[in-house]
């Protein structure tokens, strides 16, 4: 693990305390990343966090999806999964 990791700014973090570093020449931890990297420092790359776990649905939602299933075992269809209906509830 290097001193450094960028981010998807032109901040620097500074890994051992966690320090955020914006890039402005007059900041003394700037000016210490630009000569740890002057002097063949390379620093961590960007790693793009996780997409968050999508929310549970609310109970008027899992009413809907209850509904909706019970419809299509009536009409002899296969029931949808949550994900497959979630994607119907979203707008076009």
Not at 48 to 68: G, K, N, R, S, V
Not at 70 to 87: I, V, W, Y
Request: glycine share 4%.
């Amino acid at each position: 693990m290097a001193e450094y990791q960028l981010t998807a700014t032109d901040s620097i973090i500074r890994t051992e305390d966690g320090a955020c570093i914006p890039p402005d020449p007059a900041n003394r931890d700037y000016a210490e990343y630009l000569q740890w990297v002057e002097d063949g420092g390379v620093p961590d790359p960007y790693v793009e966090p996780p997409p968050p776990e999508p929310a549970p649905p609310t109970p008027e939602q899992q009413i809907l999806f209850d509904h909706e299933n019970r419809l299509r075992a009536q009409e002899g269809s296969p029931p949808l999964t949550l994900e497959d209906f979630a994607k119907k509830l979203v707008p076009k």
